[in-house]
């Protein structure tokens, strides 16, 4: 297996957990993807305006479903996705940049207890940066890392491959590290909030 698709330990995960908590970023820590998909959905009001990139994580857990599905939530993404990009852009643009909770996760963790987030398209990361009122990450710890310089090059040289094979199966089209986003910390507390979760979870 790829390093970087190996869990980290415990000490690892407590560190990053430590780190970002005196960075201003809540931490949860789940054993595995249901456990996480009830603590994600216990933590977002019902009738709550909630977005969500496209994600691995929330995908395999079974939020994204629930979210866009049981009526609980008032999901934009179903929304956005039924819009005409050529004629609504300025719509779309506007609905989806600053929702009550933004749903997603990020590409690494540092054990400095910065977040990484690498993007095509990058419409998720303005809602991550500061326009949406709360932003819940879902993050397997394989994806923790030493140092943004360790975070960067898990992007390009593990995720992005995983990720532009995925884009070309699902979509027809390639993938590209267009914008990465560095969050080293947050000044509205409870803001950001990670869930760790003991299980590989995403790329």
């Known amino acids: 297996m790829h390093r970087f698709g190996r869990l980290a330990d415990d000490s690892r995960v407590r560190r990053a957990s430590a780190a970002l908590e005196l960075n201003g970023i809540g931490v949860l820590r789940v054993r595995d993807a249901a ?7 216990g933590l977002v009001p019902d009738g709550s305006q909630v977005h969500h990139g496209a994600s691995m994580s929330l995908d395999v857990a079974g939020i994204t479903d629930e979210i866009d599905k049981s009526g609980r ?5 179903p929304r956005i996705l039924s819009m005409d990009r050529k004629t609504r852009a300025d719509e ?22 910065s977040l990484l987030a690498a993007s095509m398209g990058g419409s ?8 949406a009122g709360r932003v819940i990450l879902v993050v397997g710890t ?13 992007i ?7 990720e532009d094979a995925r884009a070309q199966a699902a979509y027809g089209i390639h993938s590209a590290v267009n914008k990465v986003l560095i969050i080293n910390r947050e ?8 869930v760790f979760v003991d299980e590989v979870l995403g790329f």
């Open 35 to 41: 456990e996480a998909r009830e603590v994600v959905l």
């Open 73 to 77: 939530f008032e999901s934009l993404r």
């Open 92 to 113: 779309i643009r506007r609905l989806g940049s600053a929702p009550d909770v933004m749903l997603g996760s990020v590409h690494a963790v540092t054990e400095t207890g």
């Open 124 to 131: 998720q990361l303005g809602p991550y940066v500061s326009g």
């Open 142 to 154: 394989q994806k923790i890392v030493s140092d943004l310089e360790e975070g960067l090059r898990r």
């Open 156 to 162: 390009n040289e593990y995720a992005f491959p995983l």
């Open 187 to 194: 000044i509205v507390p409870g803001r950001i909030t990670v």
